[in-house]
């Protein structure tokens, strides 16, 4: 899977730098925007949904699956539902819920990209979440190493 | 925190995590989805806040919103108070009032000629 790195600009504090991998379930392409975190049991395309200025990056932190949230719709479909509503990019925290990676892997070529984080680089994220700090995303797609040029090729 | 430790759950949360605030509601209560600055978190009420009303499902009661002309209600068809520009009768948010009734722009609801 086609790596991202995420760089994080929160205001008047140091930005920092994470990696992440990009669902099939969208184009892999670089975004950026406002950070704006959304609950899980949002996006269901409803009246609440909320109408937010278009141009953001969203965070949704998934809970565990045995939480029984009973969610309105699948993570593909809140993912075209949050583009549609203005998002640039869904960022999807799966550290409590792996199979998030599994839902989202059918490719469906939703125009904004989707990109999957866990871990310590989803624990900084929601650092600043958490802080309701104000922040700027830039997503980037993350180039494999180049080859080194080697002379010999041995067959 | 351990996410299901209600430690930091607030009063009518079931269940609720750090990042995300209430996941349930304690029964009878309203789930409500709260954004304060870029968080947007879920809280549980014991009434809807004006401008919503109340719906209860097996899994969860929700709160929805009053239809666009209206400003509150008590359920998607019965408004009790409608938005600028609207006359309330019967339920309903009206531009004009129905023939034989007359707008009383001191509380915006159609009513009756009074000869």
């Not at chain 1, 109408?51 to 949230?69: A, C, M, Q, W, Y």
């Not at chain 1, 600043?128 to 040029?149: F, G, L, M, Q, S």
Request: proline share 6%; glycine share 8%; aromatic share 8%.
């Amino acid at each position: 899977a086609q790596k991202a790195i995420i760089r994080v600009i929160p205001l008047k504090v140091e930005p920092i730098t994470l990696e992440g991998v990009f669902a099939n379930v969208a184009e892999v392409t670089p975004a950026e925007g406002k950070l704006l975190q959304f609950h899980p049991l949002s996006l269901c395309n409803t009246s609440e949904d909320e109408h937010t200025e278009s141009g953001f990056i969203t965070i949704v932190k998934l809970e565990r699956p045995d939480r029984d949230l009973h969610p309105c719709l699948s993570l593909a479909n809140k993912a075209k539902l949050a583009g549609e509503r203005g998002a640039r990019a869904i960022l999807f925290d799966i550290t409590d819920d792996k199979t998030a990676a599994d839902q989202l892997r059918k490719p469906r070529g939703l125009s904004q990209p989707v990109v999957l984080i866990w871990g310590h680089d989803a624990e900084l994220l929601m650092g600043v979440v958490n802080k309701n700090r104000e922040a700027h995303v830039k997503i980037e797609v993350k180039e494999p190493p180049a080859w080194p040029d080697y002379d010999v090729w041995i067959l | 925190m351990h996410p299901n430790v209600s430690q930091g759950c607030q009063g009518g949360c079931a269940t609720c995590s750090d990042y995300n605030g209430c996941l349930s509601c304690k029964p009878r209560l309203f789930f409500v989805l709260e954004r304060i600055g870029m968080k947007q978190i879920g809280v549980c009420l014991s009434s809807c806040p004006s401008g919503y009303y109340g719906t209860r499902y097996p899994d969860i009661n929700k709160c929805t919103k009053c239809k666009a002309d209206c400003e509150t209600c008590f359920t998607r068809n019965f408004c009790t108070k409608c938005k600028s520009g609207f006359y309330l009768y019967s339920g309903k948010c009206l531009e004009n009032c129905p023939e034989g009734l007359e707008t009383n722009n001191h509380t915006m609801e159609c009513t009756s000629i009074v000869h």
